[in-house]
């Protein structure tokens, strides 16, 4: 019997993403998933909108100028088998019903890590769970994608996670990381993703970039079951960023990490939270997070790298300030002074 796989998304004010994510997840070639959408309290109304898309009462209308145009269209067929449940309910495994898309209203912004644990904690429940695919709501995947990401896992000797070849949605001839990114715990700057910006035609050595991670970008990955139930779930306190890096620095070296270089997700990275990229500046927001969690996961791994990325965070602080970003400048200022909370 093939493995069965539960896609976890998380939405928040992403609606149009999740949307065209899920046109292009409903034609895996694969045999055995379920996709679970977490919504974390979106102020869209993007529960209405993913209601009304997948019973059938609203048509896919695919993004005007999108490159990939043909990974999500023609629009799949509708009404699709769906429920919507609380968290709780879902959190206790939702009614004997096997819908093949749920929807779960968080209740409120879970982050990252919470609205992700939602969902684990649904496919844990049912009790049949072999994979959780942790896949961002603004990529769009290609039809072999799974297929590809468990045939690889399954064939990694040992315990492993895996991650996907990821490209550019905006950009698909360019790639955006090549499974996962490095983490400097002397400044706690996780690297640029390996492999960024190689042209994605550029054949590489899989098996190099595997040995140079150390986490795997959680836009696409792929975890067995048992690395949820050894390891436990995401680490809520980061809310939003770095969950990854502690994820794999509290399995201890337990799990390989590993990629299928031939599965492509095509991701939009980060539109919804400001997160910054070559072309766009860091918002408040994601600066907080970025610079906050820094100095957590240092203080809970490696303690002895603390004064050293204090530095680094007051060196990144000063360049914000010649930037004329007096207020990004201030807020990580704040937070090296203390501040824990982001004020919205």
Sequence with gaps: ?????????????????????????????YEHYRVVVCDNASRDDSLGHLDAWASGRTPYV?????????????????????????????????????????????????????????????ALARGDADYIWLLNNDTIVEPDCLTRMVWRLRNQPGPATCGSRILFYSHPETVQALGGGRFNRWTAISSQSLGRFLPASQAVD???????????????????????????????????????????????GRY??????DARVYHK??????????????????DFYIFR?????????????????????LIQAGRRALRGQWDKAWLI???LLGKRHFDY
Excluded at 1 to 29: H, P
Excluded at 88 to 114: R, T, V
Excluded at 256 to 261: E, M, N, Q, S
Aim: aromatic share 10%; charged share 20%; hydrophobic share 40%.
């Design 1 to 29: 019997m093939t493995a069965k796989v539960y896609i976890i998304l998380v939405n928040w004010n992403g609606w149009m993403d999740t949307v065209e994510c899920l046109e292009s997840l409903f034609r895996q070639d």
């Design 62 to 122: 695919p993004p005007e100028h999108s490159p990939l145009r043909h990974l999500s269209t023609p629009a799949i067929q509708k009404p699709l088998d769906f429920l919507l449940l609380d968290r709780k309910s879902a959190e206790q495994g939702g009614p004997g019903s096997d819908p093949a898309l749920l929807l779960i209203d968080g209740g409120g912004n879970l982050g990252f890590a919470g609205g992700n644990n939602a969902g684990m904690r649904y």
């Design 206 to 252: 899989a098996a190099a970039y595997e040995r140079q991670m150390s986490y795997i970008v959680g836009c696409s990955w792929l975890l067995p079951r048992a690395y949820l139930e050894e390891v436990g779930l995401m680490d809520e306190s980061y809310f939003l960023y770095y969950e990854e890096v502690d994820w794999v620095l509290r399995a201890g």
């Design 256 to 261: 390989a990490l590993c990629y299928a270089d």
């Design 269 to 286: 990275e980060g539109s919804s939270i400001g997160t910054p990229t070559g072309s766009r500046p860091s918002s408040l927001l994601s």
């Design 293 to 313: 969690n820094k100095l957590l996961i240092t203080r809970r791994y490696f303690p002895l790298g603390l004064p050293t990325v204090y530095v680094a965070t």
């Design 333 to 335: 200022l704040k937070i």
